[in-house]
């Protein structure tokens, strides 16, 4: 099911990045290389977005991960135990969320990292991507977070997978495994705490806008991208978000250049399977960025038909 909250930002905006822990999402940049972050009460999501630390320079086209969203493990003093799926932590200090690349207007390597103990603070210019990235999707388990293709200085179809290490955030990212399929035009980077997927996109195979999910496991993270089940309609300009059990790929652009609403859902338990479409958003559009917890998926702002920006959220309920 998917509601229009009342949660707004003071104006629209599209081309941002999302993420967030279990308490608060993040929606960062966009539309006129801007630099401004909003915040999302989860606890109070017909509040409006509230204004915070900005980032290090304006920027779009980007993406964002965190080791807290989606419902990933709490870095909280501990440890925690969250049960059946395995998934125990232990302490590691204030909680990070770091924002990967994007263009100003070119696609560049600049890491900034948001401090969500401290988030008033404009955020810290970290260790660069390998690579100056741009329209790329992002994924994270608790130790890292991966930048998966995009557009680069040398290929507007980029496989290259960027792992920046949270225990080490001042050094410069590592090239790893690439995608099996070059792509951009996807920030719908989502998964669990084995693997991140990357859904559609514009890619270099088959028709311009894919179906492909391609899956990198993190525990090998060396290896090539593996290609998993399809979504069930081409998406790009797309974003993404979930929980531990589901990722949903939501609005975006398909053939021929057409605005839609349609959620799409990868069953990671399933990963084989055609994705599953479920309930829509209740706009069309492109361009949103997305974030969310273990119980509700938030997509923010984006761009109508009429090129017209958003302020709007919409929340999925898992």
């Not at 949660?7 to 960062?28: D, I, K, L, R, W």
């Not at 135990?81 to 390597?109: E, I």
């Not at 069930?232 to 949903?248: C, E, K, Q």
Request: hydrophobic fraction near 25%; glycine fraction near 14%.
């Amino acid at each position: 099911m998917c509601i229009r909250d009342s949660t707004v930002t003071p104006y629209g905006f599209s081309n941002a990045a999302g993420t967030g822990n279990s308490t608060h999402g993040y929606a960062a940049g966009g539309n006129g290389y801007n630099s401004y972050v909003w915040r999302i009460d989860y606890t109070n999501d017909t509040a409006n977005g509230v204004q915070k630390g900005p980032l290090s320079q304006g920027r779009l086209r980007f993406s964002a991960a965190s080791p807290l969203e989606n419902g990933l493990p709490s870095k909280l003093p501990g440890p925690v135990d969250k049960g059946a799926d395995g998934y125990t932590t232990t302490p590691s200090g204030p909680a990070m969320g770091y924002v990967l690349g994007g263009a100003f207007p070119y696609s560049f390597s600049t890491v900034d990292r948001v401090d969500y103990s401290n988030d008033t603070a404009t955020a810290s210019v970290k260790g660069p991507l390998s690579a100056g990235t741009s329209y790329h999707a992002a994924v994270s388990s608790k130790d890292y977070g991966y930048s998966m293709g995009g557009k680069t200085p040398s290929n507007s179809h980029s496989t290259k997978v960027d792992r920046v290490d949270y225990g080490n955030d001042t050094a410069t990212a590592t090239p790893k495994g690439a995608l099996n399929i070059g792509a951009y035009r996807c920030y719908a980077g989502v998964g669990n705490k084995d693997y991140g997927y990357h859904p559609g996109g514009d890619s270099t195979q088959g028709t311009p806008f894919s179906t492909h999910i391609q899956r990198i496991e993190y525990a090998s993270d060396t290896s090539t991208a593996t290609p998993k089940g399809n979504l069930a309609a081409a998406r790009y300009l797309h974003s993404g978000t979930g929980n531990l059990s589901y990722g949903y790929a939501a609005i975006g652009g398909s053939s021929p250049f057409q605005n839609n609403s349609v959620v799409q859902r990868i069953e990671y338990s399933n990963d084989t399977a055609t994705a599953s479409t479920k309930g829509p958003l209740t706009t069309t559009g492109n361009y949103r960025t997305a974030t969310g917890n273990s119980n509700f998926g938030y997509f923010a702002g984006g761009q109508g038909p009429s090129m017209n920006l958003r302020s709007t959220i919409d929340r999925i309920d898992y």
